[in-house]
């Protein structure tokens, strides 16, 4: 799943200092494209697993020239592995952002979001943050503000948003296969190792962080609305893995129109990945729909036909940093934006304030003028599995 992993002392906070870093400039006259200069903020699982391998995949606009991480022995490694020159410890962040870097993609615990994507905003490099924005509202806010004082764009890392199984799924709804979207119901488990940070609360641990915000992405980009009122339980049983974050969480959102969107998250029960949206005239289901690792299979079911449709395993992280850097080389505004996390973060706020009192909570939905298409698909092949250097999944 989506998140640095590492589980060392580099994912703990850092004080950052304020520094200044080279504005990209755009294609120069009777060159070729330039490439945007990325440093990649934290090698836990997630930047080895995925996006390193990615940069391969993303040659004719993006490059990796510098590594963040807390663990010399490890970034050494991997410095090493994939011919990094600048490497820099946390305490050396404003150092990094001053090197000439153009973006960072920020692959730390959720708690850790804002502080470093700030710190890049005022040093005039763009950011790329993994998913959740952060865990408040403010703290997304602060992040969206940042980037609007400097001029710098900011994308957060919906990988789903540029893979065709899911975009297809959208499309297929909005081109009313199903008739009129009236329900939607999802699932995403696993079984999360002990000591893994995705369970420590001061990180911003827990399951609708993690797994559950797929499932409230995936019902708002689906619908094409926004939920306005949401209902959800908790459920930690005794498991000691789950002292500080919850084990499980169900929640049902209100859209307009009165449709409903119901999913249940976990950190203790066994792999499932799937959602499905029924309509008046029939139904879509992705099985599994969410990973990273494996194929995408939807299953569309209209008068009783279905049509089953497989999407090959792919490089979902290659056209992310392809689109990004494409935005700024372009001076285009970059699908997800921060908006796009803060209604995320908004959600998983309100559920967790009903789950706390017993009772709904209504929800201000904002204004939304972008939302993910078929033409943001874009390909890329499958990386090879690297070897990882003290980091795990987090089922491992």
Do not use: W
């Amino acid at each position: 799943m989506d998140r640095d992993n590492g589980n060392n002392a580099e994912d703990q906070d850092k004080t950052l200092g304020d520094s200044k870093a080279t504005q990209p400039t755009g294609k120069a006259s009777g060159a070729s494209p330039r490439r945007i200069r990325y440093a990649v903020v934290g090698l836990g699982y997630i930047s080895q697993a995925a996006v390193l391998p990615a940069f391969a995949h993303a040659e004719e606009n993006s490059e990796l020239a510098a590594l963040v991480s807390g663990d010399p022995g490890k970034l050494k490694a991997v410095a090493k592995r994939y011919k990094v020159r600048k490497v820099y410890s946390y305490e050396q962040y404003a150092d990094c952002l001053a090197s000439g870097i153009d973006a960072v993609y920020i692959a730390l615990p959720n708690s850790m979001h804002r502080e470093y994507s700030e710190a890049a905003a005022r040093a005039g490099v763009h950011v790329l943050c993994e998913k959740p924005m952060a865990t408040t509202e403010e703290d997304c806010q602060a992040m969206i503000d940042a980037a609007a004082k400097t001029n710098v764009k900011l994308m957060i890392a919906y990988r789903l948003h540029f893979e065709r199984g899911n975009l297809s799924a959208i499309e297929a709804i909005r081109e009313g296969k199903i008739g009129d979207p009236r329900i939607f119901n999802s699932l995403f488990t696993q079984q999360v190792t002990p000591g893994n940070t995705r369970l420590r609360g001061d990180l911003g641990g827990g399951p609708l962080f993690d797994v559950g915000i797929y499932c409230i992405n995936a019902s708002r980009c689906l619908f094409g609305e926004e939920p306005y009122e949401v209902f959800s339980f908790a459920a930690k049983g005794t498991d000691e893995r789950f002292a500080e974050v919850e084990e499980m969480n169900a929640a049902i959102l209100r859209f307009p129109n009165d449709r409903l969107a119901s999913f249940t998250c976990s950190f203790g029960a066994a792999e499932r990945s799937e959602y499905e949206v029924v309509g008046t005239k029939g139904s879509l289901r992705m099985d599994p729909g969410y990973e990273m690792v494996g194929d995408l299979k939807s299953e569309l079911m209209v008068g009783g036909k279905k049509q089953k449709t497989t999407f090959k395993k792919r490089d979902q992280f290659g056209p992310e940093l392809t689109y990004f850097s494409d935005c700024i080389l372009n001076g285009k505004n970059p699908e997800p934006s921060g908006a796009e996390g803060l209604a995320d973060v908004r959600i998983i706020r309100a559920l967790r304030e009903s789950a706390e009192k017993g009772r709904p909570v209504e929800i201000v939905p904002p204004e939304k003028n972008q939302r993910p298409g078929i033409q943001q698909e874009i390909h890329k092949p499958p990386v090879d599995k690297p070897e990882l250097v003290r980091a795990h999944s987090p089922s491992q």
